[in-house]
């Protein structure tokens, strides 16, 4: 297993850096997306890596890039990310960056829920709906929905919750046109997803897409896809309502932050346990090999 933790490329300008990802230049319309093996929980980055994420997201996008796009483009050029940079900087990019073409990014995430769990259920709780979308009387958490719901959230800074928000608000943030064409492909990608997972004895039960446009105005799927950090995946044989179902992702993380009485969910994060962090990290490969049929590439 390797991790890295920061990428630290020197050959390229950096043009960012988000919770998990690094953005680098190149030319004027490719961008270089390395992906760390940084993990955040509760929009708080640890301070400790989990070996493999990083390859496993990257792997992991790519599949679903190739399976889904004929559905709608993506930001894939083909390039290989080794030659892009130095030769003493190949180890940071192997089998966890992609040449990406440079768009101009849709500051709405495209959240498409099969089922009512998480700040879904908390909201259905509450108010009988979710993101304004009203729901039947009577669902259990858990519960598989009758047709896959579309929920936007507005992305936030660095460091700050992502906020739901209802469609006629993304309506009115990017427009009516671009707006309804962002919630139908998004369904279409969720159906098409869950379906196939079905058949890999998962549940996708809930996901974010995000897209861009490129110069022409025509809309892409962008940044990482139906991956374990922007999924909630559930093995179907452990599956039922009333729970919270297990699942492939960062539980192991928020179980043990959970337990914790001196720790208010801000930064500084808190020192994770190794066994949270090799179980975690066994979750992530075992989310890739169970969807994809493939084992994490040397």
Same mark, same amino acid.
């Given at each position: 297993m390797t991790s890295l933790y920061q990428s630290s490329i020197t050959s390229l300008p950096l043009l960012g850096r988000g919770k998990v990802r690094?953005?680098?230049?190149? *030319?004027?319309d490719k961008i270089l997306i390395v992906t760390s093996d940084r993990l955040s929980a509760f929009d708080?980055?640890?301070?400790?890596?989990?070996?493999?994420?990083?390859?496993?997201?990257?792997?992991?996008?790519?599949?679903?890039?190739?399976?889904?796009?004929?559905?709608?483009?993506?930001?894939?050029? *083909?390039?290989?990310?080794?030659?892009?940079?130095?030769?003493?900087?190949?180890?940071?990019?192997?089998?966890?960056?992609?040449?990406?073409?440079?768009?101009?990014?849709?500051?709405?995430?495209?959240?498409?829920? *099969?089922?009512?769990?998480?700040?879904g259920w908390n909201d259905y709780k509450k108010t009988g709906a979710v993101c304004g979308v009203q729901l039947p009387v009577g669902l259990k958490q858990a519960e598989k929905l009758a047709e896959p719901i579309f929920t936007p959230a507005a992305k936030a800074d660095l460091g700050e919750h992502d906020e739901n928000i209802t469609f006629a608000d993304m309506e009115q943030r990017i427009g009516k046109e671009l707006a309804n064409k962002i919630r139908d492909v998004s369904i279409k990608l969720y159906k098409t997803a869950a379906d196939y997972a079905a058949t890999r004895g998962i549940i996708i039960a809930d996901t974010k897409f995000e897209f861009g446009l490129d110069k022409d105005g025509v809309l892409h799927l962008m940044d990482e896809v139906l991956t374990a950090d922007s999924s909630r995946f559930w093995p179907a044989d452990s599956y039922a309502t009333g729970i919270s179902p297990p699942s492939f992702d960062k539980q192991f993380v928020r179980d043990y932050l959970e337990t914790l009485t001196d720790?208010?969910?801000?930064?500084?994060?808190?020192?994770?346990?190794?066994?949270?962090?090799?179980?975690?990290?066994?979750?992530?490969?075992?989310?890739?090999?169970?969807?994809? *049929?493939?084992d994490l590439k040397g």
């Open positions: 690094e953005n680098y230049a190149v *030319g004027d708080v980055v640890m301070n400790q890596p989990i070996p493999d994420k990083g390859q496993v997201l990257n792997q992991m996008s790519d599949f679903w890039f190739e399976k889904l796009k004929d559905i709608v483009p993506n930001h894939l050029t *083909g390039i290989a990310p080794e030659s892009v940079v130095s030769a003493d900087e190949v180890s940071q990019v192997k089998n966890r960056a992609v040449v990406a073409k440079r768009l101009q990014p849709i500051l709405v995430e495209a959240v498409v829920r *099969g089922y009512i769990i998480g700040s720790w208010n969910k801000t930064a500084p994060a808190p020192t994770l346990p190794d066994d949270v962090i090799a179980k975690t990290g066994a979750k992530y490969r075992e989310a890739l090999t169970r969807l994809t *049929g493939e």
